[in-house]
């Protein structure tokens, strides 16, 4: 696996084997950040990575622009292999989480931190999870408005439950399903 543009690119990352966390494959990734560049500018934004596995996604928007990125990841295996892949990266463009996801978001918000690009690409394929996220990130206003919520799923997700969140792009690959959804909600201020 390796950064596929930007500042960064061909740097080489290495990836956590075994049942804990599932890398995004390289063809959904390039596809997912070729989707983000109609639909987003990296420039100057904060991202936050729920699942971050190998921190791939982190790093490649890293290298494509994005100013802060919050990389989690609850497994502490799985953050052993995103320091060394941050290895050489400027460590005032990045803060390392090692929390539950739910934690997490009361981290966020307890913090007053607000981003404008979120990964989402749970484990295990527990839909729950997505849907969990979807009421916190609402709930605790996290994600600035026009905020992109960009996600991988294993299944297909109900959409009728996601509200708030407009759907720009879904794509549907053999056993995956990648959905780029916006914050589009009247009243929010992005303070």
Known sequence: MHVISGKYRRRKLKTLE??????????????M?????NYFIMDNKISLDLFGGSGALSIEGLS?????????????????VIEQNL???DANSYKLL??????LMKYLKKQSIKVDLIYLDPPFAKTEYYYTFFELVLQDSILNNYGIVITESENELELNKIELLKLLKFKQY??????????????????
């Open 18 to 31: 075994g049942l804990n966390t599932r890398p995004t494959t390289a063809r959904v990734k390039e596809d």
């Open 33 to 37: 950040f070729n989707i983000l560049d």
């Open 64 to 80: 494509r622009g994005i100013k802060y990125a919050y990389i989690n990841d609850h497994y502490k295996p799985a953050l052993k």
């Open 87 to 89: 290895k050489g990266i």
């Open 98 to 103: 090692n929390l539950d996801f739910v934690d």
């Open 174 to 191: 053999k056993n995956k399903y990648l959905y780029v959804f916006r914050l589009e909600k009247e009243g929010i201020s992005d303070e």
